[in-house]
């Protein structure tokens, strides 16, 4: 098992890539923290999960500070560590600039950008404190190469790129490495809505011709979560397919 006893904080586990994780992590020996606003949908991870594996479910809006102080204090006091924070919960809340309300690009930027800034602090003086961790930031290909409607969006998955690379740099001589996975199509509720036009278009842009599954994602998480990796620090990981090239 590629994470036994590792202690896993996941943000957005109730759904598409962050509940795949969960399963996947749950079944490589490691102790799941399904951190969600979504009660139902995290209950159900965390049920699937005990079937043969550890973890629990607590209820956090990464929007919200005391809650995500909550979760990091929570998790401590009943696993005694952290050791992964994967920072995986996101919106879209897509439109054109000149039509975009003020309340939809505040949300995006809200839960994309400031949720992980508050979930990083929550957890990074325990790791600190630990001498060792390991966090892992959502990004997209849309932070990387744009994509239009979404001037939101793009703006937090690429501000999250910056995030990523200076706490590599500020952190690294702490023990924690910190990287962010750009994840490019995939098939997930947040994609169900897109039109099957423009899904088809994708899939014929794609060189591997075909979209994303949430566990090619969870698949690129798990490396880096892993001691394999530990000399991955600051990496941007595109999983996409070769999309973009
Ligand atoms: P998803 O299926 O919509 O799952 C996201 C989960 O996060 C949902 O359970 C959602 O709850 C939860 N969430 C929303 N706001 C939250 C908040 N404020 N605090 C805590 N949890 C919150 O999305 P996904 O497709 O798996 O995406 C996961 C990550 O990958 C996101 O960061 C996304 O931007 C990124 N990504 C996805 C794709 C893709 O093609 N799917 C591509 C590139 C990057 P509700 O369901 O109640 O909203």
Request: charged residues 25%; glycine residues 10%; contains cysteine.
């Amino acid at each position: 098992m590629r994470l036994e006893n590792k202690v896993v904080v996941i943000t957005g586990a109730g759904s598409g890539i962050g509940k795949e994780t969960a399963l996947l992590f749950a079944k490589e020996g490691a102790k799941v923290v399904v951190a969600d606003v979504n009660e139902k949908a995290g209950e159900e991870t965390v049920e699937q999960i005990r079937k043969n594996g550890e973890g629990f479910f607590i209820k956090l809006d990464v929007t919200n500070r005391e809650q995500s102080k909550q979760m990091a204090k929570t998790t401590l006091e009943k696993y005694g560590k952290i050791d992964v924070l994967i920072n995986n919960a996101g919106i879209v809340q897509d439109a054109f600039v000149s039509k975009m309300t003020e309340q939809q690009w505040d949300r995006v930027i809200d839960v994309n950008l400031k949720g992980v800034f508050n979930c990083i602090q929550s957890v990074v003086e325990i790791m600190m404190n630990q001498g060792s961790g390991v966090i892992i930031n959502t990004s997209s290909i849309v932070g990387l190469n744009g994509n239009v409607g979404q001037v939101n969006y793009a703006a937090t998955k690429a501000g999250l790129i910056g995030m990523t690379k200076t706490l590599a740099k500020e952190l690294g001589k702490k023990g924690i490495r910190v990287n962010a996975v750009a994840p490019g199509f995939i098939a997930t509720p947040m994609t169900a809505a897109v039109p099957e036009k423009i899904l088809e278009m994708m899939k014929e842009k794609t060189p591997l011709r075909r979209l994303g599954e949430p566990r090619d994602i969870a698949n690129a998480y798990l490396y880096l979560a892993s001691d394999e990796a530990n000399f991955v620090n600051g990496a941007v990981l595109c999983v996409d397919g070769g999309l973009v090239i």
